[in-house]
């Protein structure tokens, strides 16, 4: 055989497979092309399915912070960090069974990889990370059979001992977040900036 034609067989195969790999690559990404909307802006249709994840929002916020509060009371920022550890995962996990939805934590800079978004909260996550939390209402996404819910995490004064600066954070607290997180990005908030969110999967 031609050597010419040789290369012309191999390149035409290389093309069809590579074409082959892109159609994979695009049809796994469409996969996570939602459609979504400011929560306001919301179809009505979907407002008392928000109305039922906010519900899971404000529930999961109130008791983290009561349980976050009375941890730093007792222990101070290096208690409070246990409780972020273990409990308030499982509080979430909790939860989320009670009222029969999915919900969670997450953010732009992850400190436990395990609280990584769900697909289809990736995008949003990151194009609104170093924004305001007073700026971002939050967002619903439509997801077939249920809808998403996200509402910002606002970085408060009370944080700043385990989120803050790392030139204010503590030695102890550093210590223990070099153990418990090795790949910790959850430092350098400033107040009012979003520092995460919660997400619920509510069913239709």
């Not at 035409?12 to 909307?37: H, I, N």
């Not at 979430?92 to 697909?119: H, I, K, M």
Request: net charge positive.
């Amino acid at each position: 055989m031609p050597r010419h034609t040789w290369l012309e067989k191999r390149m035409t195969t290389c093309v069809v497979v590579a074409g082959s790999a892109l159609a994979l690559v695009a049809s796994a990404a469409a996969q996570f092309e939602v459609k979504s909307w400011p929560v306001r802006q919301a179809p009505p249709q979907y407002q008392a399915l928000v109305v039922r994840g906010d519900h899971v929002v404000v529930s999961l916020r109130d008791a983290m912070l009561r349980e976050l509060q009375d941890a730093l009371t007792k222990g101070g920022t290096e208690g409070a960090m246990a409780f972020c550890h273990l409990d308030a995962t499982f509080l979430a996990q909790r939860l989320a069974r009670y009222d029969g939805v999915a919900a969670g934590r997450t953010s732009d800079r992850l400190r436990n990889p395990t609280n990584a978004p769900p697909p289809w909260a990736a995008a949003l996550v990151r194009a609104h990370a170093g924004e305001r939390a007073r700026d971002v209402d939050g967002f619903v996404v439509e997801l077939g059979d249920k809808i998403g819910l996200l509402r910002p995490i606002a970085h408060q004064p009370m944080c700043r001992g385990c989120h803050g600066s790392p030139d204010t954070v503590a030695a102890g607290v550093k210590a223990v977040l070099a153990d418990r997180y090795p790949v910790d990005r959850a430092l350098g908030f400033t107040d009012g900036e979003i520092r995460g969110w919660f997400w619920v999967e509510v069913r239709k």
